[in-house]
């Protein structure tokens, strides 16, 4: 059974750090690339950042600078740092595995972690 766990959310300050943990079983999870999305209320879920088996990362503008994803396969877990955070972080976070199948693909998602960015 394929699971992934989310974990280091919370509250924090404007300006604040957080890093997030996405820990995988059931995945040979090296063969896999990695991401994070989020998702504020009234508003589609969105790409955060993303590493792919290999290491190659992306990000997206908003965070670009800010935050870092980063993964260890030994212990198949994939992280976000996140730095300067702003009120418009605010989110929840999701944990996404996916793995290219030729012309389709296998993905599964956490359940989510609140991030949330206020004074």
């Known amino acids: 059974q394929v699971q992934l766990v989310e974990s280091g959310g919370g509250l924090v300050q404007p300006g604040g750090s957080l890093r997030l943990s996405c820990v995988a079983s059931?995945?040979?999870?090296?063969?896999?690339?990695m991401g994070w999305y989020r998702q504020a209320p009234g508003k589609q879920r969105e790409l955060v950042a993303v590493?792919?088996?290999?290491?190659?990362?992306n990000y997206a503008d908003s965070v670009k600078g800010r935050f870092t994803i980063s993964r260890d396969n030994a212990e198949n877990t994939v992280y976000l740092q996140m730095n300067s955070l702003k009120p418009e972080d605010t989110a929840v976070y999701y944990c996404?595995?996916?793995?290219?199948?030729?012309?389709?693909?296998?993905?599964?998602w956490g359940r989510g972690t609140q991030v949330t960015v206020s004074s």
């Open positions: 590493i792919s088996s290999d290491g190659n990362t």
């Open positions: 059931g995945i040979i999870f090296s063969n896999y690339n």
């Open positions: 996404n595995a996916r793995q290219n199948r030729g012309i389709t693909y296998y993905t599964k």
